[in-house]
C-alpha cells in the first residue's frame, strides 16, 4: 500500500504552492536578499575603485615611483649568451655566426635612413656635450625627440664594411650599452682617486668613460689592444636623461663598440669591462650593474 508520507520533497523545496516559496524564500524575502547584496557589493566595489583612483592620483606615468632596483644602470653587450661566453673557430663561419647575426639584428635600428624624420630625432654633435634638458617629465610638452646616433661612430665595428664585426679575422667586435633608466643622469668621475691608473687617460669632459682588461691574473699579456668607438669612446651625455617609453619612444642609447685586436688563440680569456662615475657603483650580486665579464675562447685550428 503505498506510503502517505510526503512524496517529493525536493521538488517542493525548488517551489512550494502553497506558501508561494521559491527555494524556501518568498517572493519579498528573495527581493530583500538580493537587493541587500546588491547594495553591499556594490558598495565594496566602489571603495575599491576609489582607492585604485586615490592611488593613481599618487603615481607618475611617466617615471616609477620606486627604482632602487634599477639605478644604478646595468652595464650590456651584444652579443651575448646566457653564460656570457663568446666560442667559436674563426676558420668555420657557422660557429660565429649566431655572433654576427645578433649584431646585425641589434644595430639594424640604428641604421641612418630610420633617424631621418626631423619631428622625432635631432643632431646632438659628434663630440661630447652636456646633458639634453628637454624640460620636466610631467610638464606638457608631450614627447621628446630623440638624438640621432649613426651606426657609422662604430667604425669597423659597424657592420658596413666587414659584415663579419672582425670574427672571421679574429679581432671580434662587441656593442656596449647603459641600459635604460628612466630621468637618470650619470655623471662623470670628478676624480681619478677610484679609477685604475691606466683607465685615467680615458677620462674627458661630459663622457662616462668605459675601460675594459683582464680579469684574471694569468691572462695579462694575452688580451692584446682594444679599441673603443663611438661618441668620445664612452657614452657621451647629451643622450641623456631618458624620458620612457611613453615620452621619448624613439629615443637610442649611445654606444661603444669594443675590438678586440690581438686576443691569444687557442685559450680561454676572461675580460672585464666598467664604466666609472660618480654615481656608477657596483654589486657583488648583480655581475652586470655597471660592469661586465666575458670569457672568449677562439680556436684557429
Known amino acids: ?133 628637454r624640460g620636466d617629465l610631467e610638464s606638457d610638452i608631450g614627447i621628446r625627440k630623440a638624438c640621432r646616433f649613426s651606426r657609422s661612430l662604430m667604425g669597423p665595428c659597424s657592420g658596413t664594411e666587414d659584415p663579419d664585426f672582425g670574427f672571421k679575422d679574429g679581432t671580434p667586435c662587441l656593442i656596449v650599452k647603459l641600459n635604460r633608466v628612466v630621468n637618470f643622469l650619470p655623471k662623470p668621475p670628478s676624480s681619478n682617486e677610484s679609477i685604475p691608473e691606466e683607465a685615467q687617460p680615458k677620462v674627458q669632459p661630459n663622457v662616462v668613460p668605459i675601460y675594459c682588461t683582464n680579469k684574471r691574473e694569468e691572462d695579462a699579456g694575452k688580451i692584446g689592444e682594444i679599441k673603443y668607438y663611438g661618441i668620445g669612446a664612452g657614452f657621451p651625455l647629451q643622450y641623456y636623461p631618458y624620458y620612457g617609453k611613453l615620452l621619448h619612444p624613439h629615443y637610442l642609447q649611445p654606444l661603444v663598440a669594443l675590438q678586440f685586436t690581438n686576443l691569444t688563440m687557442n685559450t680561454d680569456l676572461r675580460i672585464e669591462c666598467k664604466v666609472f662615475g660618480d654615481n656608477i657603483m657596483y654589486s657583488d650580486k648583480d655581475r652586470y650593474q655597471g660592469r661586465f665579464d666575458v670569457k672568449f675562447s677562439i680556436t684557429s685550428l
Open 1 to 133: 500500500m503505498p506510503s502517505n508520507k510526503d512524496d517529493g520533497g525536493w521538488k517542493k523545496f525548488l517551489w512550494d504552492s502553497e506558501k508561494g516559496e521559491l527555494l524556501g524564500r518568498t517572493g519579498g524575502s528573495w527581493f530583500k536578499i538580493i537587493a541587500f547584496y546588491i547594495v553591499f557589493y556594490g558598495c565594496l566595489a566602489g571603495i575599491f575603485i576609489g582607492t585604485i583612483q586615490a592611488l593613481l592620483l599618487t603615481v607618475s606615468n611617466y617615471k616609477p615611483t620606486w627604482q632602487d632596483r634599477v639605478a644604478p644602470p646595468g652595464l650590456s653587450h651584444t652579443p651575448r649568451s646566457e653564460k656570457s661566453e663568446v666560442f667559436y673557430n674563426r676558420n668555420d663561419p657557422e660557429t660565429y655566426l649566431p655572433y654576427t647575426k645578433a649584431l646585425r639584428n641589434f644595430l639594424a635600428k640604428y641604421g641612418e635612413e630610420l633617424q631621418r624624420d626631423q619631428m622625432k630625432f635631432e643632431d646632438c654633435g659628434v663630440d661630447p656635450a652636456e646633458y639634453k634638458n
